[in-house]
Protein backbone atom coordinates (compact mmCIF):
# COMPACT_ATOMS: atom_id res chain seq x y z
CA UNK A 1 0.00 0.00 0.00
CA UNK A 2 1.27 3.58 -0.89
CA UNK A 3 1.67 5.48 1.90
CA UNK A 4 -0.44 8.48 2.95
CA UNK A 5 2.91 11.12 2.93
CA UNK A 6 4.14 9.81 -0.57
CA UNK A 7 0.16 10.17 -1.92
CA UNK A 8 -0.10 13.81 -0.31
CA UNK A 9 3.30 14.64 -2.23
CA UNK A 10 2.22 13.45 -5.56
CA UNK A 11 -0.60 15.69 -5.22
CA UNK A 12 1.34 18.31 -4.23
CA UNK A 13 3.20 18.22 -6.67
CA UNK A 14 0.52 17.79 -9.54
CA UNK A 15 -1.00 21.03 -9.13
CA UNK A 16 0.79 22.82 -11.93
CA UNK A 17 -0.30 19.96 -14.24
CA UNK A 18 -3.70 20.41 -13.15
CA UNK A 19 -3.67 24.46 -13.82
CA UNK A 20 -1.74 23.71 -17.38
CA UNK A 21 -4.92 21.29 -18.21
CA UNK A 22 -7.49 24.01 -17.38
CA UNK A 23 -11.43 23.02 -17.88
CA UNK A 24 -11.57 20.10 -20.35
CA UNK A 25 -13.83 18.33 -22.10
CA UNK A 26 -14.27 15.41 -18.85
CA UNK A 27 -15.27 18.02 -16.56
CA UNK A 28 -18.28 19.35 -18.94
CA UNK A 29 -19.15 15.94 -19.26
CA UNK A 30 -19.31 15.53 -15.13
CA UNK A 31 -21.15 18.78 -15.25
CA UNK A 32 -23.63 17.70 -17.80
CA UNK A 33 -24.08 14.36 -16.01
CA UNK A 34 -25.12 15.77 -12.78
CA UNK A 35 -27.73 18.27 -14.33
CA UNK A 36 -29.07 14.98 -15.78
CA UNK A 37 -29.27 13.18 -12.56
CA UNK A 38 -31.32 16.00 -10.61
CA UNK A 39 -28.94 18.58 -9.75
CA UNK A 40 -30.97 22.12 -9.05
CA UNK A 41 -29.60 25.01 -8.27
CA UNK A 42 -30.36 24.99 -4.13
CA UNK A 43 -28.56 21.43 -3.75
CA UNK A 44 -26.36 21.60 -1.22
CA UNK A 45 -22.92 19.53 -2.64
CA UNK A 46 -20.13 17.76 -1.22
CA UNK A 47 -17.55 16.96 -3.75
CA UNK A 48 -14.49 14.67 -2.63
CA UNK A 49 -11.12 14.85 -4.28
CA UNK A 50 -11.48 18.36 -6.11
CA UNK A 51 -7.83 18.83 -7.19
CA UNK A 52 -7.62 22.82 -7.81
CA UNK A 53 -11.26 23.19 -7.81
CA UNK A 54 -11.83 22.96 -11.72
CA UNK A 55 -14.90 20.56 -11.34
CA UNK A 56 -15.35 22.33 -8.19
CA UNK A 57 -16.27 25.90 -9.47
CA UNK A 58 -18.69 24.55 -12.62
CA UNK A 59 -20.97 23.04 -10.05
CA UNK A 60 -20.91 26.07 -7.70
CA UNK A 61 -22.11 28.29 -10.85
CA UNK A 62 -24.47 25.60 -10.97
CA UNK A 63 -25.54 25.70 -8.04
CA UNK A 64 -25.78 29.36 -7.23
CA UNK A 65 -28.80 29.19 -5.02
CA UNK A 66 -27.05 26.02 -3.12
CA UNK A 67 -23.12 25.50 -2.11
CA UNK A 68 -20.46 23.19 -2.74
CA UNK A 69 -17.89 22.16 -0.25
CA UNK A 70 -14.60 20.52 -2.13
CA UNK A 71 -12.33 18.57 -0.29
CA UNK A 72 -9.11 17.21 -1.46
CA UNK A 73 -5.86 15.50 0.33
CA UNK A 74 -3.65 17.85 -0.86
CA UNK A 75 -3.18 21.01 0.93
CA UNK A 76 -1.50 22.44 -1.82
CA UNK A 77 -4.31 21.88 -4.02
CA UNK A 78 -6.81 23.29 -1.70
CA UNK A 79 -4.41 26.49 -1.13
CA UNK A 80 -4.63 26.89 -4.89
CA UNK A 81 -8.19 26.26 -5.35
CA UNK A 82 -8.76 29.04 -2.87
CA UNK A 83 -6.90 31.64 -4.82
CA UNK A 84 -8.08 30.64 -8.01
CA UNK A 85 -11.99 30.45 -7.39
CA UNK A 86 -12.51 33.06 -4.46
CA UNK A 87 -14.95 34.57 -7.04
CA UNK A 88 -17.18 31.83 -6.45
CA UNK A 89 -19.09 32.95 -2.68
CA UNK A 90 -21.28 29.44 -2.54
CA UNK A 91 -18.02 27.54 -2.78
CA UNK A 92 -16.09 25.98 0.43
CA UNK A 93 -12.52 24.02 0.12
CA UNK A 94 -10.82 22.30 3.17
CA UNK A 95 -8.06 20.01 3.25
CA UNK A 96 -9.83 15.97 3.92
CA UNK A 97 -9.17 12.35 3.40
CA UNK A 98 -12.78 11.49 4.74
CA UNK A 99 -11.47 9.75 7.24
CA UNK A 100 -11.92 12.54 9.84
CA UNK A 101 -14.87 14.00 8.00
CA UNK A 102 -17.18 15.25 10.39
CA UNK A 103 -20.07 17.99 9.61
CA UNK A 104 -23.11 19.07 11.17
CA UNK A 105 -24.68 19.08 7.34
CA UNK A 106 -26.70 16.67 5.29
CA UNK A 107 -25.71 16.78 0.96
CA UNK A 108 -28.18 16.24 -1.74
CA UNK A 109 -25.17 15.34 -4.05
CA UNK A 110 -21.80 13.92 -3.07
CA UNK A 111 -19.10 14.09 -6.15
CA UNK A 112 -16.47 12.00 -7.06
CA UNK A 113 -15.20 13.28 -9.67
CA UNK A 114 -12.59 10.76 -11.13
CA UNK A 115 -11.35 10.12 -7.77
CA UNK A 116 -12.31 6.30 -6.38
CA UNK A 117 -9.80 4.91 -8.98
CA UNK A 118 -7.13 6.81 -6.82
CA UNK A 119 -8.42 5.65 -3.14
CA UNK A 120 -7.62 1.67 -2.54
CA UNK A 121 -10.63 -0.64 -2.56
CA UNK A 122 -10.01 -1.54 1.38
CA UNK A 123 -11.04 1.77 1.95
CA UNK A 124 -14.20 2.34 0.00
CA UNK A 125 -16.83 0.67 2.70
CA UNK A 126 -15.25 3.00 5.04
CA UNK A 127 -15.76 6.30 2.70
CA UNK A 128 -19.29 5.11 1.81
CA UNK A 129 -19.95 4.71 5.64
CA UNK A 130 -19.27 8.70 6.12
CA UNK A 131 -21.29 9.52 3.44
CA UNK A 132 -23.93 7.92 4.36
CA UNK A 133 -23.56 9.81 7.67
CA UNK A 134 -24.44 13.13 6.12
CA UNK A 135 -27.34 12.12 3.39
CA UNK A 136 -30.89 11.99 3.55
CA UNK A 137 -33.53 10.01 2.05
CA UNK A 138 -33.26 11.81 -1.26
CA UNK A 139 -29.37 12.31 -1.51
CA UNK A 140 -27.71 10.91 -4.95
CA UNK A 141 -23.86 9.76 -5.55
CA UNK A 142 -22.57 10.44 -8.37
CA UNK A 143 -19.50 9.10 -9.39
CA UNK A 144 -17.36 8.99 -12.62
CA UNK A 145 -14.34 7.27 -13.47
CA UNK A 146 -12.10 5.98 -16.37
CA UNK A 147 -13.61 2.63 -17.48
CA UNK A 148 -11.69 -0.17 -16.57
CA UNK A 149 -11.01 -1.80 -19.45
CA UNK A 150 -9.92 0.87 -20.67
CA UNK A 151 -7.21 1.70 -18.15
CA UNK A 152 -5.86 -1.73 -17.75
CA UNK A 153 -5.22 -0.66 -21.67
CA UNK A 154 -3.94 2.49 -20.09
CA UNK A 155 -1.17 0.10 -17.99
CA UNK A 156 -0.22 -1.59 -20.33
CA UNK A 157 0.66 0.76 -23.22
CA UNK A 158 0.84 4.33 -21.45
CA UNK A 159 1.79 3.81 -17.58
CA UNK A 160 3.59 7.21 -17.96
CA UNK A 161 0.01 9.08 -18.23
CA UNK A 162 -0.60 7.32 -14.65
CA UNK A 163 -1.13 8.75 -11.29
CA UNK A 164 0.40 7.59 -8.06
CA UNK A 165 -2.58 5.13 -7.63
CA UNK A 166 -4.52 4.06 -10.42
CA UNK A 167 -6.80 0.56 -10.10
CA UNK A 168 -9.30 -0.55 -12.33
CA UNK A 169 -12.75 -0.91 -10.28
CA UNK A 170 -14.47 -3.67 -10.84
CA UNK A 171 -18.23 -2.54 -11.35
CA UNK A 172 -19.85 -5.20 -8.66
CA UNK A 173 -17.35 -4.65 -6.16
CA UNK A 174 -17.53 -0.63 -6.55
CA UNK A 175 -21.77 -1.02 -6.55
CA UNK A 176 -21.49 -3.46 -3.62
CA UNK A 177 -19.52 -1.45 -1.02
CA UNK A 178 -22.51 1.67 -1.89
CA UNK A 179 -25.20 -0.50 -2.00
CA UNK A 180 -23.93 -1.93 1.66
CA UNK A 181 -24.27 1.34 3.23
CA UNK A 182 -27.97 2.30 2.37
CA UNK A 183 -27.83 3.48 -1.90
CA UNK A 184 -28.85 1.50 -4.64
CA UNK A 185 -27.57 2.21 -8.56
CA UNK A 186 -30.08 3.98 -11.05
CA UNK A 187 -28.31 4.08 -13.92
CA UNK A 188 -24.82 3.36 -15.15
CA UNK A 189 -23.20 4.35 -18.55
CA UNK A 190 -20.12 3.51 -20.01
CA UNK A 191 -19.15 6.62 -23.04
CA UNK A 192 -16.07 8.27 -24.93
CA UNK A 193 -14.63 11.18 -23.87
CA UNK A 194 -11.37 11.61 -25.23
CA UNK A 195 -11.09 8.03 -27.37
CA UNK A 196 -13.01 6.55 -29.79
CA UNK A 197 -13.47 3.43 -27.53
CA UNK A 198 -15.49 3.68 -24.38
CA UNK A 199 -12.94 5.67 -21.80
CA UNK A 200 -14.65 6.38 -18.98
CA UNK A 201 -18.01 5.38 -17.17
CA UNK A 202 -20.51 6.90 -15.36
CA UNK A 203 -22.53 5.78 -11.85
CA UNK A 204 -25.86 7.07 -10.86
CA UNK A 205 -26.67 6.14 -7.07
CA UNK A 206 -29.63 7.22 -4.64
CA UNK A 207 -30.56 6.67 -1.28
CA UNK A 208 -32.67 3.62 -0.85
CA UNK A 209 -35.67 4.49 0.69
CA UNK A 210 -39.47 2.48 -0.09
CA UNK A 211 -41.04 3.52 -3.11
CA UNK A 212 -44.04 5.09 -2.39
CA UNK A 213 -46.11 5.01 -5.51
CA UNK A 214 -46.06 2.60 -9.14
CA UNK A 215 -47.44 5.17 -11.86
CA UNK A 216 -48.59 3.35 -14.79
CA UNK A 217 -46.79 4.64 -18.07
CA UNK A 218 -49.70 6.64 -20.38
CA UNK A 219 -50.62 3.89 -23.16
CA UNK A 220 -50.15 6.22 -26.12
CA UNK A 221 -46.00 6.90 -24.78
CA UNK A 222 -45.51 3.42 -24.59
CA UNK A 223 -47.02 2.64 -28.17
CA UNK A 224 -45.04 5.36 -29.36
CA UNK A 225 -41.53 3.77 -27.97
CA UNK A 226 -42.48 0.36 -29.11
CA UNK A 227 -43.34 1.79 -32.81
CA UNK A 228 -40.09 3.78 -32.89
CA UNK A 229 -38.16 0.88 -31.31
CA UNK A 230 -39.81 -1.34 -34.54
CA UNK A 231 -38.79 1.27 -37.20
CA UNK A 232 -35.05 1.37 -36.04
CA UNK A 233 -34.73 -2.30 -36.43
CA UNK A 234 -36.62 -2.59 -39.82
CA UNK A 235 -39.49 -4.75 -37.94
CA UNK A 236 -42.84 -5.16 -39.34
Given amino acids: MVEKDKIVSYYDQFVTEQEKRGVNSRHLHILDKLVSAGLKNDHKVLEVGCGIGTVSQLIA ?12 ISPESI ?17 SDMKDFAKDELYDFFVFPDVLEHIPVDQHFK ?35 LQVID ?24 YSIFYEENDYQYFVLRSHKPLEKATLRNKWSVFRERLSIKIRNGLN
Fill in 79 to 95: EKAKKLWEVCENLTFEV
Fill in 167 to 190: QPLDTGELIKNISANGFYLEKMET
Fill in 127 to 161: LFETVKRHSHKDSVIFINIPAPRFLEWMMHNEPEK
Fill in 61 to 72: RKVNKGKVLAVD
